[in-house]
Antibody
């Protein structure tokens, strides 16, 4: 059974870096692409980007200069790094498997950007 | 970016009603559309992929259709557990984009 679990700080200060990790169990991280998606409070879903175990990445141009998604195959996990955060980055962040249709998701982690 | 214009933004229906939601893409995306159900505090659940294919384990009252730029999602007989927000999503191009969501209420 494939399971994804996000982890990381729930509170980040403005201008600092948001860092989240998604641990994958029940599947090898080398087999698929892995994606981050977020949902600001009261708003819709936004695709952030994906990573493959080969290191191949693709990001949303709206975040391109601030986002890095990486993979650690030894730990079967992948990570999101978003720099220079503002209140607009406050959201529930989800990790998911795949690049186009997302069957498996983490439960989501709320990250609040506030001083 | 491909814009996905979803309507209505909300609707109220009765148990047993047929509910239909539409999504219009800003450019031709073939049949590369999925539909998700989102409940508060839960991750989205994939219901439909490739515009009309029902995901394994999803009740048959859910259906989807369309191609090109115009897509529909229907619930044949609304059940209490279907109260949620529904989103379309395109994967015809990057970045992947979602519709604004349709909140379905009783």
């Amino acid at each position: 059974q494939v399971q994804l679990q996000e982890s990381g700080p729930g509170l980040v200060k403005p201008s600092e870096t948001l860092s989240l990790t998604c641990f994958v169990s029940g599947d090898s991280i080398t087999s698929y692409y892995w994606t981050w998606i977020r949902q600001p409070p009261g708003k819709g879903l936004e695709w952030i980007g994906y990573v493959h175990s080969s290191g191949n990445t693709k990001y949303n141009p709206s975040l391109n200069s601030r986002v890095t998604i990486s993979v650690d195959t030894s730990k079967n996990q992948f990570s999101l790094r978003l720099t220079s955060v503002t209140a607009a980055d406050t959201a529930v962040y989800y990790c998911a498997r795949g690049t186009h249709r997302f069957v498996y998701w983490g439960q989501g982690i709320l990250v609040t950007v506030s001083s | 970016d491909i814009q996905m214009t979803q309507s209505p933004s909300s609707l109220s229906a009765s148990i047993g009603d047929r509910v239909t939601i539409t999504c219009q893409a800003s450019q031709d995306i073939n049949y590369f559309v999925t539909w998700y159900q989102k409940k508060p505090g839960k991750a989205p659940k994939l219901l439909i992929y490739d515009a009309s294919n029902v995901e394994t384990g999803v009740p048959s009252r859910f259906s989807g259709g369309g191609s090109g730029t115009d897509f529909t999602f229907s619930i044949r007989s609304l059940q209490p557990e279907d109260i949620a927000t529904y989103y379309c999503q395109q994967y015809g191009d990057f970045p992947r984009t979602f519709g604004q969501g349709t909140k379905v209420e009783i």
